[in-house]
């Protein structure tokens, strides 16, 4: 079988607390591991989407209404729906790995660093689609 579920493919998570939410993969892990003996991957996702902005608005309430906050998590294929869309996951790859969920110091400083490259990309009008809650 073709493997399509890459690195930098967006999919929609069907199942548990963040069903619906839209996740990039980061590291998928076809075979399983020693910790999780089935295929998944590692993600990353956006669990609160930025609001709409409007001109009239001033540059503080801006500044509030664009905050993304980013999850990490490693999600069973069976739970993924995979979407035709990618991204590039170039700037955060390095910060996501199976080391990063062992203690909960590296997780926030993994979700720092995602939330920035999340923001950064929303601030400069790239990947809307990825940005913009799903409707449903």
Do not use: C
């Not at 591991?33 to 503080?60: I, Q």
């Not at 998590?73 to 700037?91: C, F, G, M």
């Not at 790859?93 to 929303?122: D, G, L, M, N, W």
């Amino acid at each position: 079988m073709a493997k399509f579920l890459k690195a930098g493919k967006v999919a929609v998570v069907v199942r548990g607390r963040y069903a619906g939410k839209k996740v990039v993969i980061v590291k998928p892990h076809d075979e399983g591991s020693k910790s999780h003996p089935y295929g998944h991957a590692l993600v990353a996702g956006v669990e609160r989407y930025p609001l709409k902005v409007t001109k009239k608005l001033g540059a503080k309430k801006v500044a509030k209404r664009t905050k993304i906050k980013p999850f990490i998590k490693a999600i069973n294929y069976n739970h993924l729906l995979p979407t035709r869309y990618t991204l590039d996951v170039e700037s955060f790859k390095s910060v996501v790995s199976t080391e990063t969920f062992e203690q909960p110091t590296q997780r926030e400083e993994a979700k720092k660093v995602i939330k920035k490259a999340f923001e950064e990309r929303h601030q400069a009008g790239k990947n809307q689609w990825f940005f913009s809650k799903l409707r449903f």
